[in-house]
C-alpha cells in the first residue's frame, strides 16, 4: 500500500452508536490532518496532528474524538453523532519540509 | 487570516475548448498554492502547487496555473478539455510559516467541471 488509506469507506451509524474512522499514512509524513467535507460548503479542516501532537482543533465538538499514536496512524473515534454530522471525512498528511498535503480517498458517514 | 474565492460553482465547457476556473486568495504572508481535482468518491489529489520562483505553474493531466501576484488570482487553465476532465476542482492556500510545522490548507468551495461533447 501507498499513500493515505482510510477505513472504512462507507460508514452508516445511528446516533446512540460509536464508531471509529482509522487513517494511515505510508508516506513517511510527519503531520496528519481531519477534514470534514459537507455538500455545498468548503472543506473545514478539524484537527491536526504534528509529531504525534495535537496543535490545531477547530472548535471541533467534543462528540469527534481525534486519536494519534503515532505519526503514521490517525483515529476519529465518533460518539452521539447527530444527521448533520453525516459528510465525507477526509484524512491528509503531509512532511514537514513540505507544503501540500496528500489525500486519503474519505469516509463517506452517514447518520441516521 | 486566509481565505480562497473561487468564481462559479459550476463551469461547462465543450471537449477541446478551453477550460478557465478562477481562483482568487487573501494571504497576510506569502502564499502557497495548489489546485486540487476530486472525482466522485474519491479523496482529493494534487493537480499542481505555487510555492515561489516561476509564477506560472505546470500540473498534471496538461493543466497549469499563473500565480499574479498584483491580482491576487492563481486561475487554472488547460487548453483543450477532455471528457475525463469532468470532476471538482478545489483552490487551496496554505499558511504554513516555517518548517517543522504543519501546513494547513484553506479551501475554496470548489467548481464542479462538466465536459460536453
Known amino acids: 500500500e501507498t499513500g493515505v488509506t482510510q477505513t472504512p469507506r462507507h460508514l452508516v451509524m445511528g446516533m446512540t452508536n460509536k464508531k471509529s474512522l482509522k487513517c494511515e499514512q505510508h508516506l513517511g509524513h510527519n503531520a496528519m490532518y481531519w477534514y470534514k467535507q459537507s455538500a455545498k460548503k468548503p472543506l473545514e479542516l478539524m484537527f491536526v496532528?504534528?509529531?504525534?501532537?495535537?496543535?490545531e482543533n477547530n472548535s471541533v465538538p467534543s462528540r469527534f474524538s481525534p486519536e494519534c499514536p503515532n505519526s503514521s496512524h490517525l483515529f476519529l473515534h465518533l460518539h452521539t453523532l447527530q444527521p448533520e454530522d453525516s459528510a465525507l471525512y477526509l484524512c491528509a498528511s503531509s512532511q514537514d519540509s513540505g507544503v501540500e498535503a496528500f489525500f486519503g480517498q474519505g469516509t463517506r458517514l452517514t447518520v441516521v | 487570516a486566509q481565505s480562497v474565492t473561487q468564481l462559479g460553482s459550476h463551469v461547462s465547457v465543450s471537449e477541446g475548448a478551453l477550460v478557465l476556473l478562477r481562483c482568487n486568495y487573501s494571504s497576510s504572508v506569502p502564499p502557497y498554492l495548489f489546485w486540487y481535482v476530486q472525482y466522485p468518491n474519491q479523496g482529493l489529489q494534487l493537480l499542481l502547487k505555487y510555492t515561489t520562483g516561476a509564477t506560472l505553474v505546470k500540473g498534471i493531466n496538461g493543466f497549469e496555473a499563473e500565480f499574479k501576484k498584483s491580482e491576487t488570482s492563481f486561475h487554472l487553465t488547460k487548453p483543450s478539455a477532455h471528457m475525463s476532465d469532468a470532476a471538482e476542482y478545489f483552490c487551496?492556500?496554505?499558511?504554513?510559516?516555517?518548517?517543522?510545522?504543519?501546513?494547513?490548507?484553506?479551501f475554496g468551495t470548489g467548481t464542479r467541471l462538466q465536459v460536453t461533447l
Open positions: 496532528y504534528n509529531f504525534k501532537e495535537q496543535t
Open positions: 487551496a492556500v496554505s499558511d504554513r510559516l516555517n518548517t517543522g510545522t504543519a501546513s494547513k490548507l484553506t
